[in-house]
């Protein structure tokens, strides 16, 4: 009984002993080895440039024409076929601090009873339209009769000289630099186009036979000055 207990032992234990001693080595997990590869490793991009397929150039200068030299605007220039022939010029102020075309036309249609302001054109001083902004009415722009200057030899100087308002109060203060420099062009295009000397640009008070004493366009007003600059 003994002796079949040794035997049945031996014939359990001996065969898990031979794989304890051998079969583990076998089935260890093969070694992983790694090659190290540095063609990953990025370089730095080449610069690319684009060239734009929009080219620039310079305008082309527009065909010039007889009143471009004057470089004056489109609608200083009367229509054709209405055209007076002006023969003088008188300036004005509006004697008061603002103004503008569209004021004065109001004014001298509830005030006076006139078809519109009585100007062919309004010098800006900043408070109403702007400082040396050159407004065009429609007297000028029709070719109209003024309404600015009433004479007593056949009402000429309605009739045949251009009525130029500066805006503000030359009693008490000068035109500002803008407008003065406005005037000065105004008043040479408009002597270059109908032949107009400096001898007849007046200030409405040396206007002759003027049937209104005034002091318009003011004491201070340099006519002098832009007689000069002429």
Not at 63 to 80: E, L, T
Not at 83 to 89: F, H
Request: with cysteine; hydrophobic share 35%; charged share 20%.
């Amino acid at each position: 009984m003994f002796k079949k207990l040794v035997i049945l032992l031996v014939l359990v234990y001996l065969p898990a002993m031979l794989i304890m001693m051998t079969g583990c080595e076998e089935e260890q997990a093969p070694k992983v080895t790694f090659e190290r590869k540095d063609s990953y490793i990025s370089t730095p991009p080449k610069r690319i440039t684009y060239k734009s397929p929009i080219t620039y150039s310079s305008p082309k200068p527009l065909k010039s024409s007889p009143m471009d030299r004057f470089g004056v605007p489109a609608d200083w220039i009367p229509p054709h076929g209405i055209e007076r022939k002006w023969t003088a010029i008188v300036l004005h102020h509006s004697a008061s601090l603002t103004g503008s075309a569209s004021v004065f036309d109001d004014f001298h249609r509830n005030q006076y009873g006139w078809e519109g302001v009585g100007y062919d054109f309004v010098i800006g001083n900043g408070h109403g339209s702007g400082d040396g902004e050159v407004e065009v009415t429609f007297r000028w722009t029709r070719q109209k009769t003024g309404a600015h200057c009433k004479t007593s030899r056949n009402n000429w100087a309605n009739e045949k000289a251009v009525g130029i308002c500066l805006v503000g109060n030359f009693n008490n203060t000068r035109p500002t630099p803008a407008q003065m420099a406005a005037a000065v062009k105004l008043v040479k295009y408009i002597q270059n186009r109908y032949n107009i000397p400096n001898s007849r640009v007046y200030g409405h008070n040396t206007t002759p036979f003027a049937v209104t004493k005034t002091d318009c366009p003011g004491k201070l007003f340099p006519m002098s000055r832009l007689k000069g600059m002429l």
